[in-house]
């Protein structure tokens, strides 16, 4: 009708509720974070280097929860000077597995800088479940993964220490 004089306006007390909900909603999931990529190969900058058995490795450094959970999957290869290394807060009980990792490792779990336990010729898991390695957990605060065969090559033993100079972390 025209002329009617009735006008249609939102009702504040319908709308902040509303609109408190939304964005309530939409913080939450800002909050999540994104899921891991588990299809694809990361490759990491290099950040830091570790000194152990007369060599010198480049270490790309998984930082973030959802960098070490993808760690080395789907790298088809890596070179003998390269490796990923897996720093922690804290020594605490550790293990790690090779899902969709296609090639032999070395991992070295480090406590204070020094090595605690070698995983050597890590093979790639062929199917689920995953074995673990160290078959029991170990107290560490860093895994160091390289090339498999490395350790062996570079006379690296349990006991040895290991110098991590991360410049990600330097003044």
């Not at 899921?35 to 990361?42: C, G, K, Y």
């Not at 490795?57 to 990923?84: H, I, N, S």
Request: aromatic share 6%; hydrophobic share 50%.
């Amino acid at each position: 009708m025209v002329g009617s004089g009735r006008q249609r306006c939102l009702n504040f007390d319908t709308v902040f509720p509303v609109l408190c909900l939304s964005l309530a909603i939409a913080g939450v999931a800002a909050a999540i974070p994104p899921t891991v990529d588990v299809t694809r190969a990361q490759f990491l900058p290099i950040t830091a280097t570790a000194r152990l058995g007369g060599r010198v490795v480049q270490l790309e450094v998984a930082r973030t929860p959802q960098a070490q959970a993808l760690g080395l999957m789907f790298r088809p290869a890596l070179p003998d000077d390269r490796g990923m290394l897996f720093p922690g807060d804290r020594p605490q009980p550790v293990q790690f597995w090779m899902k969709n990792v296609p090639v032999p490792l070395d991992m070295l779990f480090l406590r204070e800088g020094k090595i605690v336990a070698i995983a050597a010729m890590v093979p790639p898991c062929a199917a689920e479940p995953c074995p673990t390695y160290p078959q029991t957990a170990v107290w560490a605060d860093a895994v160091l993964e390289l090339r498999g065969g490395w350790a062996a090559a570079a006379h690296v033993r349990v006991g040895d220490r290991v110098e991590i100079l991360d410049s990600a972390r330097s003044p």
